[in-house]
């Protein structure tokens, strides 16, 4: 009796996240039920991060990966969690072109972007408001600009680091450009949990994702082969190295200095009329403040 009472006690927590092997890496030990979660069950969800940016709006899921410029959207519906986030420290989304071009080339042009409410837009909107965005899934748009469907295009994911060998020519790094005018890094997504789980399940899920994202970096190499079904066709030296960008000290944790930078990147966004205010930011972690 004692037993199926506590089974009974077992809640589905509905985790989503893009199939990237950068969030296929982090969520590992998760997925693999090598970290345990008692008294939660995790039932993962795959879907581009645009996609999972509009899901929110609906609270489709109880625990998703959000980009930060679409948490200024959200914020009364979910409160981010202080891990599992993705910062670039002097890399980042990068802005591509068939031929060289300027900063000032690009007002007017049509430049192909991942999402309105992707970070990689509102930073791109900062460097230079005057583009016309075209919203293309993020995994077309090298094609696109190759066949000049668009006169540019604003990688993320892996694109970042193959777009060379594409004979495509980088505009700006705009996490360069972030670190140079700020000194800090880009903040690009996190994961947000649903308010009205209660903090006390926001912070077992908090804990489960920090446990996850430790067991990876501790078993990295399991961890990379796991992640390697997600990589679209890189090599296991290139996924890797994609990895390091984005599963690091910064999603173990933010720190004052990864708070500080997103409450920076909201109120360029909302001094500039990208993102609606307050710009701050609230954060839940697994130890009660």
């Not at 090598?34 to 581009?48: E, I, N, R, S, Y």
């Not at 390091?244 to 966004?269: D, F, H, I, Q």
Request: aromatic letters at 8%.
């Amino acid at each position: 009796m004692p037993q199926k009472e506590a089974t009974s006690r077992v809640r589905e927590i509905k985790l989503a996240h893009s199939p990237d092997s950068d969030d296929a890496f982090m969520f590992y030990g998760l997925a693999t039920h090598k970290v345990l979660t008692p008294g939660l069950q995790f039932t993962h969800v795959l879907a581009d991060i645009e996609t999972l940016n509009q899901a929110a709006d609906r609270e489709v899921y109880d625990v998703t990966a959000i980009s930060f410029a679409a948490y200024a959207h959200l914020r009364a519906k979910y409160v981010l969690l202080d891990c599992g986030a993705s910062f670039g420290e002097g890399y980042g989304p990068i802005v591509v072109a068939s031929h060289p071009l300027k900063r000032e080339d690009l007002a007017g042009l049509r430049v192909g972007v991942p999402g309105l409410r992707t970070t990689a837009y509102l930073a791109l909107k900062l460097y230079e408001p005057r583009i016309v965005p075209v919203v293309i899934p993020f995994d077309k748009i090298l094609d696109a600009v190759r066949s000049s469907s668009v006169e540019a295009g604003l990688l993320i994911h892996e694109g970042q680091l193959t777009f060379s060998q594409l004979g495509l020519h980088r505009v700006v790094e705009l996490g360069q450009w972030w670190l140079e005018l700020t000194g800090m890094p880009l903040p690009l997504g996190g994961n947000a949990v649903r308010r009205a789980l209660g903090p006390k399940i926001g912070r077992q899920i908090a804990s489960a994702i920090r446990q996850s994202v430790a067991f990876s970096l501790d078993h990295r190499e399991a961890a990379l082969n796991y992640a390697m079904q997600f990589a679209r066709d890189m090599d296991p030296e290139l996924a890797d190295k994609f990895v390091g960008m984005y599963v690091n000290k910064w999603t173990l944790g933010y720190g004052e200095r990864g708070r500080s930078a997103v409450r920076e990147l909201l109120s360029r966004g909302v001094d500039a009329g990208l993102i609606p205010p307050p710009a701050d930011a609230e954060f839940l972690s697994e130890a009660e403040s």
